[in-house]
Nanobody
């Protein structure tokens, strides 16, 4: 059973930083892409950053480029999201996800393409 468990969320003041972690286990499974999404109350789930599983290719959404960095440590089976210069509008539940099929640049931020999800970790940014 594949399991994705996020951690590292919390409350921070605007301008601060956080690093989220996602420990994945229960493999082997052939993931193509690992990703971070977020969802604020009343809003659709938003793709933030993706990384090729066991690879180095990354894509970061334009809305957060320059502030968010995705990375992974293969030996630890852990995905990370480093967030800096946080803003109140970054307040949301943050999820990691895995897609077990090849995606294109047009679908890589589409939540429907990801078939494994964590339970989420809350990030709250105060002004």
């Amino acid at each position: 059973q594949v399991s994705l468990v996020e951690s590292g969320g919390g409350s921070v003041q605007a301008g601060g930083s956080l690093r989220l972690s996602c420990k994945h286990s229960g493999g082997p499974y052939m993931a193509y892409w690992m990703a971070w999404f977020r969802q604020a109350p009343g809003k659709a789930r938003e793709g933030l950053a993706v990384i090729r599983y066991r690879g180095s290719t990354t894509h970061v959404a334009g809305s957060v480029k320059g502030r968010l960095t995705i990375s992974q440590v293969d030996a630890e089976d852990t995905l990370y999201l480093q967030m800096s210069s946080l803003k109140p509008e970054d307040t949301a539940m943050y999820y990691c996800a895995a897609a077990t099929r090849a995606l294109t640049v047009r679908t890589i931020f589409d939540a429907d393409e990801y078939n494994y999800w964590g339970q989420g970790t809350q990030v709250t940014v105060s002004s």
